[in-house]
């Protein structure tokens, strides 16, 4: 049977689709086991610590509240990181809630966590990521992000060092600073084969890391400070993404210098770069947090990376031939997590009929298996829609990467043109992937088709594509988005009245600026957006430092084009809103904070133009605990459903005042 879209039976609740939200991250080996942390949305949406025994079995040694996150760069940095010292496991991790390092022997019973840092109540306080315990040094080296006064550009960021008997919980002149930084921005300490050189990656403002890096090394001095730091490559228009030692001594680096980032080798002396494996393909991606890793070298010399256009697998890399094996498996989706424990590789992948699971590549056999957070269909998978890979024609004949997810229910059928959602990513210097979603799942399987809109300026098709969007944004997200509605309407795979378009963060600014420059959508969804550039600016002072000049490359140099950051910003375009939308804000969020909603609000004041807001205190950047995330489901299916004219049965009914 056909039935009206929108109001099919679905199986997939929002309290279920909400329950799945979130992956396995932050992987790592202590000992003889494999860690990471896990989503616990129906904790208040707090980050667990799992461990895995040899044996296989599973645990979480640490019990809620504790929450295993740090908000370095504010989206935050690898959060723990452990060893085997004096025969037993010791582990160090970052508490979210006062940002303090914290250890603790998991094997010892009874035992509670105890504070290695201090607190400090200068602005953010101490902030820690990529923490690595060194045991022969009886301390734990970590990126220190330092408050100095109240404004988020009163910090700065370097290498520490913490002793690991507690005695700098409650000093801070204890925490052994191991040299000046000598930029805004770094990443940990990698240390070479023999101990004595050190690499990281650095940069400044104004460049973001997948503009412009620097991979620097400096001697290890006998006290644990650093020497002088040396810049092998890089620079304003080369992106760095990782760095590691290879056996050998020499380095292995992620670098877009040849137009994708390619795996090369980099002599620690010299700085030449020899390029390991050309491709247009990407090896790396946008680092967003510090820690992530997209390869990682092999004992025996292989090098395990990710690699691919769009989405990226995992391949087992021969630096001598150049030539990549990939394992065998259904997955199409690995994330930047790779560790490594001998001649084993585990990484988190997914696909598009399964969820993120940990699955480890034993080399050496070439076997892959399921080894953590195996996928168990929680709904019939007769209810899951089957997406396609698509590329649309934009404006000039520029391709636009999506995924396309029809309505999708075992009994029903399409009847004609259906509503669709355009689902746009935020970053906007990111990717979305295209796995199993059971959000997505919610929609489809009530009727309304999804296109998740990989736009121009989106990481994972090469740095041209990627610079798509300098000077463009609000301009080339909205075409692009555009060009897959309208092509999807042109297949007659859409109703051209029944078109929605959502997102959050970037995604939420994209879904603001097409209600204000075009008249494609029929409504819109918008969560923690940007609706003011001049406050975003560097002159502004309301986002965090990390992404405060940002819109020097996405808009312009905020000095030089005053206009064009007040013309594009929805909240000075609110007159051209003549659509139902839904706003939703964290009350919590340091990247995107509430006074933009507030202000956009205020500016739509008097109109009568039906719309809802929905304030979580408690929420930040990204909503996390259940509640909030079924909340929002239910309110966006209910948007729809009173725009595009069905009843979706179950569905509070969500109030759009004028």
């Not at 645990?59 to 908000?71: D, I, M």
């Not at 959060?79 to 006062?98: I, K, N, R, Y």
């Not at 004992?299 to 094996?325: F, K, T, Y």
């Not at 396309?404 to 906007?428: L, N």
């Amino acid at each position: 049977m056909s039935g009206t879209y929108g109001e099919w039976d679905s199986p997939i609740d929002a309290a279920t689709a909400a329950s799945h939200d979130g992956r396995p991250d932050d992987l790592g080996v202590v000992g003889a086991e494999l860690w990471w942390t896990a989503p616990r949305p129906a904790e208040g949406g707090r980050r667990a610590l799992v461990r895995r025994r040899p044996d296989g079995t599973e645990e979480c040694p640490l019990p809620a509240p504790w929450n295993v996150r740090n908000r370095v760069m504010e989206y935050g940095g690898t959060p723990w990181g452990g060893a085997v010292v004096g025969g037993e496991p010791l582990v160090v991790f970052t508490h979210q809630a006062d940002q303090r390092l914290y250890a603790f022997h998991p094997d010892r019973p009874g035992e509670q966590p105890y504070p290695l840092s201090p607190v400090s109540a200068v602005g953010g306080g101490l902030r820690w990521a990529e923490p690595v315990v060194h045991p022969g040094r009886g301390e734990v080296w970590a990126v220190l992000e330092e408050f100095t006064g109240e404004r988020p550009a009163d910090l700065r960021r370097l290498h520490a060092a913490v002793p690991l008997d507690g005695s700098a919980a409650e000093d801070r002149a204890a925490v052994r600073e191991m040299g000046p930084a000598g930029h805004r921005f770094v990443t940990g300490l990698r240390l070479s084969p023999d101990g004595g050189t050190a690499a990281w990656i650095g940069w400044d403002h104004p460049r973001m890391p997948w503009d412009g890096t620097e991979l620097l090394v400096a001697d290890l001095r006998g006290d644990g400070t650093l020497g002088p730091a040396r810049t092998l490559i890089g620079g304003p228009e080369e992106s760095v993404a990782q760095v590691e030692w290879a056996a050998d001594g020499t380095l292995l680096a992620a670098t877009d210098r040849t137009g994708w980032w390619n795996l090369h080798r980099v002599d620690p002396v010299t700085g030449e770069a020899v390029n390991l494996c050309p491709r247009e393909e990407e090896f790396a991606g946008p680092l967003w947090r510090i820690g992530l890793r997209w390869f990682a070298p092999l004992p025996h010399g292989p090098v395990a990376v990710l690699h691919g256009v769009g989405a990226q697998r995992l391949g087992l890399l021969d630096p001598a031939s150049g030539r990549i094996g990939d394992p065998p498996g259904g997955w199409t989706e690995w994330s930047p997590v790779l560790a490594v424990s001998g001649g084993q590789v585990a990484g988190v992948a997914a696909s598009d009929r399964s969820g993120p699971e940990i699955v480890r590549f034993d080399a050496a056999e070439d076997r892959v298996r399921v080894i953590g957070n195996p996928h168990h269909d929680v709904v019939d998978p007769a209810y899951l829609p089957a997406p396609e890979a698509r590329v649309f024609a934009g404006p000039g004949g520029r391709d636009v990467h999506a995924h396309v997810y029809p309505p999708h229910h075992p009994g029903h059928t399409a009847d004609g043109p259906a509503p669709y959602a355009i689902w746009v990513h935020g970053g906007p210097t990111s990717r979305t992937p295209m796995v199993h979603d059971l959000e997505i799942a919610y929609f489809t399987s009530r009727g309304i088709g999804v296109a998740e809109v990989n736009y121009g300026g989106s990481t994972g098709y090469g740095r041209a594509y990627r610079n798509r969007l300098r000077e463009q944004w609000g301009v080339v997200d909205v075409e692009d988005c555009v060009a897959v509605a309208e092509g999807l309407v042109a297949e007659s795979a859409a109703d051209p009245a029944r078109l929605a378009i959502r997102g959050g963060s970037a995604g939420g600014w994209t879904t603001a600026a097409a209600l204000t420059t075009v008249s494609t959508f029929a409504c819109g969804a918008i969560s923690y957006p940007i609706l003011d550039l001049a406050g975003w600016s560097p002159a502004g002072g309301e986002t965090h430092d990390f992404e405060s000049w940002y819109l020097e490359s996405l808009i312009g140099p905020h000095l030089e084009v005053p206009e064009r950051y007040h013309d594009r910003s929805p909240v000075h375009r609110s007159d051209q809103v003549t659509v139902p939308f839904l706003l939703m804000q964290g009350l919590d969020d340091p990247i995107c904070p509430p006074v933009q909603c507030e202000r956009f609000l205020a500016a739509l004041a008097g109109r009568g133009l039906p719309h809802a807001y929905l304030a979580f205190p408690g929420e930040s950047h990204g909503f996390r605990r259940l509640d909030t995330l079924v909340t929002c489901l239910e309110a966006e299916l209910s948007l729809y459903g009173q725009v595009f004219g069905f009843r979706p049965p179950g569905v509070p009914v969500l109030d759009l005042t004028p």
